[in-house]
Every structure is written in structure tokens, then in C-alpha cells.
């Protein structure tokens, strides 16, 4: 019994080796004779679109699937209060500005001619005192007036010429612009109120963002109306420049693959003769990733290689979409491409 079935397990592993040895013998010498070939897929990398603050969602222009321009509005959170705020900055920084001004022109014209009036009549006071204090000084000498009447008109001519001499300060003090130490502060507080108004227009932006680059709006996370919490992602954007592509090297031809070097590659319903450039080698090894069937590359260690597109073949590539690059060239720097 016991010789009966191990004749029959040999017979079995016998035909298993048999039928399997061949065809494998027939993928290895069909990846010899032609260049090798390295199977792979293209990966998006999205950019996820969120506020900073919570708030409610009162629109979304953008749908699943659409491709958007940089610059379009993708939603807008509610902004009552960030645009009150934008306001207040607004007007704080206006009267900010007007006291600054203020300082640096003097006194206003109106002030002005009031101390000039005010000076033209004590000029005019004084040319009568000093007559009068001439009248006084004859009278004296003749002993016509008293001492005293004499002293009062000296007196007054005094108090005239003293109130001239201020009024003149007063007139030139007034054709002057405050202090410096006063002007610095003023103009110190002005800069500070900008730095507060741009920091309001920036939260107010940040309510309604815009798509930094062209690309396609991979999914949209919550609809107008619903309350959104601060730093959830309202619209994943997958910009066009972040398509790449992402195939594995068998360990053996590992050292032909450089950063910068061109590639060909191919995929089902795209265009002939695609190019990439190698952005990324990686430094681990793995083993081939379970969703590439192959029998000749499966179970094998391979590194990770990552390329970029030429810009002419981003639009048509999907993420997920399988490739096949061709065999690396051995001078890809220099390679001319077409």
C-alpha cells in the first residue's frame, strides 16, 4: 500500500515539472531575446483642499470628475465674519493713516489765520503804545505829565512787544509738523494695523480657496450647507504635474537606473512613443507587488522606480493605469529623445 502510493505521487510530480518546466523556459527566453521590459502603473499624488477655521459650507461650484483651471473658486465657507473683521481693519487703519498725516502737516490753515489775525492786532496796538510813550517822553522833559502816566506807557509798550514775540512762536510753531518721536509712533502704529489687515484678508482668503494649479477634482467631501470642521479636506484636486508613473527594476538591472535619465513607456489606448524622466530610485528592495501577474517576474526582488511624464502625456494618464517601460538604456543622460 505504502509503495503503491508513493509510485503514484512521483508519477504526479513527474507530470507537474513536466508541464510547468517548459513554459516557464518559454517566458525566460522570450524576455531574452527581445529588451527587457519593467511593468508598472501611474500614481497621482492629490492635494487635499481644507479650511483652517470650522464653519458652515455655503458653496461648492466644483463637482467630482471636473477639471478646473488655477485660480477657480473650489468652495466658499461662511464668511460673515471674517469680511467684519476686513472692515474693522479697514477703518482702524484709516484713522491710523489720517493721524499720521495730521502730525506731519501742522495746523490747519483756518487755525493758522486766526493766530496771524490776533498777531496783526497787537501790532497795531503797539505802534499806538510806542506814540503814545513818545507823547509821554516829551511831556516828561517838559514836566508837563507825571512819572507815573510816563512808567504805564513804558509798561505797556513792553507788555506789547512781549505778547508780539509769542504770537510770532506761536505762528511759526504752528507752520511746523509735530514732534519726531510722535510722527515714528504714529507712523509705527500705521504699519502695524497693515500687517493686521493683511493677516484678515488672509483668513477671509482662506475661506474661499482656489485651485493652486490645473488639474482634476478627484472628490468632493462634503455638500453646501453642512458644517465643516477646521482642517478637513472639502475637495481632493489632483493637479496635472502630480502624475507619475511608478514601475519595478529587477535587483539585477538595478544599476543601469539613474535619477534624470529617460524612459520609454506605453499603455493600452495612449499614444505611441511616451517619455518620462526618473525622479526616484528607491533604496529598499521588495518583492514584486502581488497586482503585477507575471509567472517570469513573480516572487523576485525588485526596486521601485519613479518617473514624470512629459508634460504633453499628463492629460490622457488615469492613476491606476497599468504601463510597460521599456529596457533601461545604458547612457539614458544623453539619450536623444524624439
Not at 494695523?193 to 482634476?216: C, H, S, T
Not at 502581488?290 to 504633453?312: C, H, N, W
Request: net charge neutral; hydrophobic share 45%.
Amino acid at each position: 500500500m505504502k509503495l503503491a502510493l508513493l509510485v503514484g505521487v512521483a508519477v504526479v510530480a513527474g507530470t507537474a515539472l513536466v508541464g510547468y518546466g517548459p513554459a516557464e523556459r518559454r517566458i525566460n527566453a522570450g524576455a531574452s531575446t527581445g529588451s527587457p521590459r519593467y511593468l508598472g502603473y501611474v500614481e497621482g499624488e492629490t492635494t487635499l483642499v481644507a479650511p483652517p477655521v470650522a464653519g458652515r459650507l455655503v458653496a461648492r461650484p466644483v463637482e467630482r470628475g471636473d477639471r478646473v483651471k488655477k485660480g477657480d473658486r473650489l468652495f466658499v465657507i461662511d464668511t460673515t465674519q471674517a469680511e467684519a473683521e476686513v472692515a474693522r481693519a479697514v477703518a482702524v487703519l484709516a484713522e491710523f493713516k489720517a493721524r499720521h498725516a495730521n502730525l506731519l502737516t501742522g495746523k490747519r490753515a483756518e487755525e493758522q489765520e486766526v493766530v496771524r489775525a490776533q498777531r496783526r492786532e497787537i501790532e497795531a496796538n503797539l505802534v499806538m503804545a510806542e506814540a503814545d510813550l513818545a507823547r509821554q517822553t516829551d511831556l516828561l522833559a517838559k514836566r508837563i505829565t507825571s512819572r507815573q502816566s510816563y512808567d504805564q506807557s513804558v509798561a505797556q509798550v513792553a507788555e506789547l512787544r512781549a505778547r508780539m514775540a509769542s504770537m510770532r512762536a506761536r505762528e511759526r510753531a504752528g507752520d511746523l509738523s509735530a514732534r519726531q518721536p510722535e510722527i515714528d509712533a504714529a507712523a509705527a502704529l500705521v504699519e502695524q494695523q497693515e500687517a493686521i489687515l493683511n493677516r484678515a484678508k488672509n483668513q477671509l482668503a482662506d475661506l474661499m480657496p482656489v485651485a493652486p494649479d490645473d488639474g482634476l477634482v478627484e472628490n468632493t467631501f462634503f455638500n453646501v450647507g453642512e458644517w465643516v470642521p477646521p482642517g478637513s479636506p472639502v475637495v481632493s484636486l489632483l493637479p496635472d504635474f502630480r502624475i507619475k508613473l511608478r514601475f519595478f527594476v529587477p535587483e539585477g538591472e538595478l544599476a543601469k537606473a539613474r535619477t534624470a535619465m529617460r524612459v520609454r513607456f506605453s499603455c493600452d489606448g495612449c499614444a505611441p512613443d511616451l517619455g518620462a524622466t526618473v525622479t526616484y530610485i528607491s533604496p529598499r528592495a521588495e518583492y514584486t507587488p502581488p497586482i503585477i501577474y507575471s509567472q517570469g517576474t513573480r516572487a523576485k526582488l525588485v526596486f521601485m522606480v519613479e518617473a514624470r511624464p512629459d508634460p504633453m502625456t499628463q492629460l490622457p494618464l488615469q492613476p491606476g493605469l497599468p504601463i510597460t517601460v521599456d529596457g533601461l538604456s545604458g547612457d539614458a543622460k544623453t539619450w536623444a529623445w524624439r
